[in-house]
Nanobody, 121 residues
Framework: QVQLVESGGGLVQAGGSLRLSCVAS????????MGWYRQAPGKERELVAT???????NYADSVKGRFTITRDNAKNTVYLHMNSLKPEDTAVYYC???????????????WGQGTQVTVSS
């Protein structure tokens, strides 16, 4: 089985920084894309940033220039470095990864439990 576990969320003042981490563990044959999503109360879950298996990255317009996604393939870990945080960044942040558990099955999406990020004004 595969699990994704996020860490690093918390309460921070506007203008501050946080780093989120997500570690994939369990039976893993390969990991394709990894990324971060977020969901604010009453809102749809939205893409924040993605990191492909070949190293290309994509960001939501609202976080470009402030957030950076990085990936350590040897550790099956993806990070989200968040700088210049704004109150509108407040949300539950979820880790996502496209993972092939073993050679006998196709890859599929896995989600972490989420970590709360709260930015005070």
């Amino acid at each position: 089985q595969v699990q994704l576990v996020e860490s690093g969320g918390g309460l921070v003042q506007a203008g501050g920084s946080l780093r989120l981490s997500c570690v994939a563990s369990g039976s893993i044959f390969s990991i394709n894309a990894m990324g971060w999503y977020r969901q604010a109360p009453g809102k749809e879950r939205e893409l924040v940033a993605t990191f492909s298996s070949r190293g290309s990255t994509n960001y939501a317009d609202s976080v470009k220039g402030r957030f950076t996604i990085t990936r350590d393939n040897a550790k099956n870990t993806v990070y989200l470095h968040m700088n210049s945080l704004k109150p509108e960044d407040t949300a539950v942040y979820y880790c996502n990864a496209d993972i092939r558990p073993n050679i006998a099955v196709r890859s599929s999406d896995y989600w972490g439990q989420g970590t709360q990020v709260t930015v005070s004004s």
